[in-house]
């Protein structure tokens, strides 16, 4: 396995402790998180804040792996998130594109059907 393919399955696994700070500390200082519904957000601290405010809610999520591909600084994960916010839920088809720099998240997108996650959450 690639160091790169390896470094997002641990972030894939860590979003099940809820942890923001954690999360946070995959990325590069100038890293960027883009929810491609909304727009991107760039740098460490606000991706933080950015992870913060949108799992406030969130009392359980367990990311299931589907399929990874890796070549180089690049790694594609497709997934199932099973996300909890109270007696709301939702499993939600996801696949994220990470660029990695120096073993750490460069560029995060993250395609999905935002209508699924409201839906489900809202």
Same mark, same amino acid.
């Given at each position: *396995?690639?160091e790169?393919?390896? %470094?997002?399955? =641990?972030? %894939?696994?860590?979003? &099940?402790r809820?942890?923001?700070e @954690?999360?946070?500390? $995959? $990325?590069?200082? /100038?890293?960027?998180?883009? +929810?491609?519904?909304?727009?991107?957000?760039? !740098?460490? =601290?606000?991706?933080? +804040?950015?992870?913060? !405010?949108?799992?406030a809610?969130?009392?359980?999520?367990?990311?299931?792996?589907?399929? #990874?591909? &890796?070549?180089? /600084?690049?790694?594609?994960?497709?997934?199932? /998130?099973r996300?909890?916010a109270? /007696?709301?839920a939702? =499993?939600?088809?996801?696949? !994220?594109?990470f660029?990695? @720099? !120096?073993?750490? #998240?460069?560029?995060?997108?993250?395609?999905?059907?935002?209508?699924?996650?409201?839906?489900? *959450?809202?």
């Amino acid at each position: *396995m690639e160091e790169n393919e390896r %470094i997002i399955r =641990e972030f %894939i696994t860590a979003w &099940s402790r809820l942890d923001p700070e @954690e999360l946070a500390g $995959f $990325f590069c200082d /100038d890293g960027v998180y883009h +929810n491609m519904p909304a727009a991107p957000v760039e !740098g460490r =601290e606000n991706v933080e +804040n950015f992870i913060r !405010g949108f799992t406030a809610t969130w009392t359980e999520t367990t990311w299931d792996l589907l399929n #990874i591909l &890796s070549r180089g /600084d690049v790694v594609v994960a497709e997934r199932l /998130d099973r996300t909890r916010a109270g /007696d709301k839920a939702v =499993e939600l088809p996801c696949v !994220g594109v990470f660029e990695l @720099e !120096g073993g750490k #998240i460069k560029v995060w997108r993250d395609y999905f059907d935002f209508a699924t996650y409201a839906n489900a *959450m809202g």
